[in-house]
C-alpha cells in the first residue's frame, strides 16, 4: 500500500523555471527521501530527509519536510530539459530498512 | 562507479514457464530488496534480505514467486509458474545497513522487464 501519495501527478515546465513537487503521507516517519526515475532505467537517490530536520540543500535540490502536517516538498530550481523524469517520495519509518514509494510524479522539462 | 547488476533487462515468455531473474548487488551493500513496478500499482516491494537472510517477503506472493541469495554477490527471483499478470518491471535495489541505525539509500539496477504471453 502507497504510504506517500505526491501532488502533482503530472508538471510541465519551461527550462529555468522552478519545479515544486510535493508529497503526502499517513504514518510517522524516521526519514523521507526523494528518487528521480529516467525512462527505462532504475530509480537514483536524490536527498534524505530525517524526521528532525526541516531543511536540506543539495546543489539546486531543496527539500522540506513538515511533520506535522506530514508532507514534504522538492523544489528544483532553474530547471534543465535533462531534469525530465519522474520524481518518488518514500518514506521510512525506522523499524527497519524498508520503504514505502508513493506512485511517483512525471515533470516534464521543455527546452 | 559501482552499480547495482540485473539480468537479463528484458524478458519475453510464455505463461507456465519458469522465469528467473538476477542480481548482483553492490560489493559491500548488506540488504537487498526486489521491487516490481507497474503503471497501476506503482513500485512494491516484494521481498528484502540481510546478510543474506530473508527479512520479510510478505509483498510477494508465496504460491509461485520465490527469492534467495545463493551468495553475497547474487540474488534470483523466480517466479513458476509464471502468468501475464505478472508482466511488469522488477527492480533489485541494494543499500548497507548500519549497525548506528543511521539512514541509507538505496542503490537500483536497471530492472528486468518481464512480459508474460
Known amino acids: 500500500s502507497q504510504q506517500g501519495e505526491e501532488d502533482p501527478q503530472a508538471l510541465s515546465i519551461q527550462e529555468g523555471e522552478n519545479a515544486t513537487m510535493n508529497c503526502s503521507y499517513k504514518t510517522s516517519i524516521n526519514n523521507l527521501q526523494w528518487y528521480r526515475q529516467n525512462s527505462g532505467r532504475g530509480l537514483v537517490h536524490l536527498i534524505l530527509i530525517r524526521s528532525n530536520e526541516r531543511e536540506k540543500h543539495s546543489g539546486r535540490l531543496r527539500v522540506t519536510l513538515d511533520t506535522s502536517k506530514k508532507s514534504s516538498s522538492l523544489l528544483i530550481t532553474a530547471s534543465r530539459a535533462a531534469d525530465t523524469a519522474s520524481y518518488f517520495c518514500?518514506?521510512?519509518?525506522?523499524?527497519?530498512?524498508?520503504?514505502?514509494f508513493g506512485k511517483g510524479i512525471t515533470l516534464s522539462v521543455r527546452p | 562507479d559501482a552499480r547495482v547488476t540485473q539480468t537479463p533487462r528484458h524478458k519475453v515468455t510464455e505463461m507456465g514457464q519458469e522465469v528467473t531473474m538476477r542480481c548482483q548487488p553492490i560489493?559491500?551493500?548488506?540488504?537487498v530488496f526486489w521491487y516490481r513496478q507497474t503503471m497501476m500499482q506503482g513500485l512494491e516491494l516484494l521481498a528484502y534480505?540481510?546478510?543474506?537472510?530473508?527479512?520479510?517477503d510478505s509483498g510477494m506472493p508465496k504460491d509461485r514467486f520465490s527469492a534467495e541469495m545463493p551468495d553475497a554477490t547474487l540474488a534470483t527471483l523466480k517466479i513458476q509458474p509464471s502468468e501475464p499478470r505478472d508482466s511488469a518491471v522488477y527492480f533489485c535495489a541494494s543499500g548497507l545497513t548500519q549497525v548506528t541505525g543511521r539512514p541509507q539509500p538505496q542503490h537500483f539496477g536497471d530492472g528486468t522487464r518481464l512480459s508474460i504471453l
Open positions: 560489493l559491500g551493500h548488506n540488504t
Open positions: 534480505f540481510r546478510n543474506r537472510a530473508p527479512l520479510d
Open positions: 518514500a518514506t521510512n519509518t525506522g523499524a527497519n530498512s524498508k520503504l514505502t
